[in-house]
């Protein structure tokens, strides 16, 4: 991102937004409510439109993708709702087997089975295949709607705030998942919060975002050591 800008009517939600996801690495966005955050990452995938800027994810410039073109990186990037969004009328194999069936137009039974079987694994959710996501807690949720985003192999993951409203133990499980996800998958990843624990399980880099500027840069020691008493009030909680 370069010199990115998003308005919405007099309101300036981002102000000039410059950043790089690295290779491999998960990165933090930290911030209070409503900096920004979430919109920066809607941006990545033309959920939301940038007034200005430039915005290239694999060398591409978003804005200028067709529309078949953006379905495609939509493939390549996963984007993990704060909600979870599962389709609650269908079970979670339903909701895993629709992406396969419908982007990749995978049609073999063997195939289809094989990979939900691997991917509920990878969450340690085996066991709720057949299970409506109204009988799944919200941690569950939260790691169905993150199988049905892996399940389609992204490069790039996007977390919108995947700790959000989750009790401490099962804040710390997901923080886990997305360093196992790094891990067994060699994702790159940015993830929006404003958990100091989420941020300090996963982050290889962190930036902090305010009115919608980044305010500062580095590791989670190095902004957990700032002297700066905004970086320290994140700190604090």
Same mark, same amino acid.
């Given at each position: 991102?370069?010199?990115?800008?998003?308005?919405?009517?007099?309101?300036?939600?981002?102000?000039?937004?410059?950043?790089?996801?690295?290779?491999?690495?998960?990165?933090?966005?930290?911030?209070?409510?409503?900096?920004?955050?979430?919109?920066?990452?809607? /941006?990545?995938?033309? $959920?939301?439109?940038? +007034?200005?800027? #430039? =915005?290239?994810?694999?060398?591409? !410039? &978003?804005? *200028?993708?067709?529309?078949?073109?953006?379905?495609?990186?939509?493939?390549?990037?996963?984007?993990?709702?704060?909600?979870?969004?599962?389709?609650?009328?269908?079970?979670?194999?339903?909701?895993?087997?629709?992406? /396969?069936?419908?982007? $990749?137009?995978?049609? +073999?039974?063997? #195939? =289809?089975?094989?990979?939900?079987? !691997? &991917?509920? *694994?990878?969450?340690?959710?085996?066991?709720?295949?057949?299970?409506?996501?109204?009988?799944?807690?919200?941690?569950?949720?939260?790691?169905?709607?993150?199988?049905?985003?892996?399940?389609?192999?992204?490069?790039?993951?996007?977390?919108?705030?995947?700790?959000?409203?989750?009790?401490?133990?099962?804040?710390?499980?997901?923080?886990?998942?997305?360093?196992?996800?790094?891990?067994?998958?060699?994702?790159?990843?940015?993830?929006?919060?404003?958990?100091?624990?989420?941020?300090?399980?996963?982050?290889?880099?962190?930036?902090?975002?305010?009115?919608?500027?980044?305010?500062?840069?580095?590791?989670?020691?190095?902004?957990?050591?700032?002297?700066?008493?905004?970086?320290?009030?994140?700190?604090?909680?």
């Amino acid at each position: 991102m370069r010199h990115i800008a998003k308005s919405f009517g007099d309101n300036a939600i981002l102000k000039d937004i410059n950043m790089d996801l690295h290779k491999g690495e998960n990165l933090v966005i930290l911030g209070k409510s409503g900096t920004g955050k979430s919109v920066t990452i809607k /941006l990545i995938v033309n $959920l939301l439109e940038y +007034d200005k800027g #430039e =915005l290239k994810v694999f060398g591409d !410039e &978003v804005k *200028d993708l067709s529309e078949q073109e953006l379905k495609k990186l939509r493939t390549r990037v996963g984007f993990l709702f704060q909600s979870a969004a599962l389709y609650d009328s269908m079970t979670v194999r339903e909701n895993l087997e629709f992406p /396969l069936k419908r982007i $990749l137009k995978i049609k +073999d039974e063997k #195939e =289809l089975e094989d990979r939900i079987k !691997e &991917v509920l *694994d990878s969450v340690g959710l085996p066991d709720a295949i057949d299970k409506m996501p109204s009988e799944l807690s919200g941690g569950m949720r939260k790691r169905i709607g993150l199988a049905r985003t892996i399940i389609l192999k992204p490069e790039i993951m996007l977390y919108d705030e995947p700790t959000t409203g989750l009790d401490p133990i099962t804040s710390k499980e997901i923080s886990e998942l997305i360093m196992s996800m790094q891990e067994k998958f060699k994702i790159s990843s940015i993830i929006i919060t404003h958990d100091i624990a989420c941020a300090k399980i996963t982050a290889n880099r962190m930036m902090v975002m305010d009115k919608g500027e980044f305010v500062a840069e580095g590791t989670f020691e190095e902004l957990e050591n700032s002297s700066d008493d905004f970086i320290k009030s994140f700190f604090k909680l």
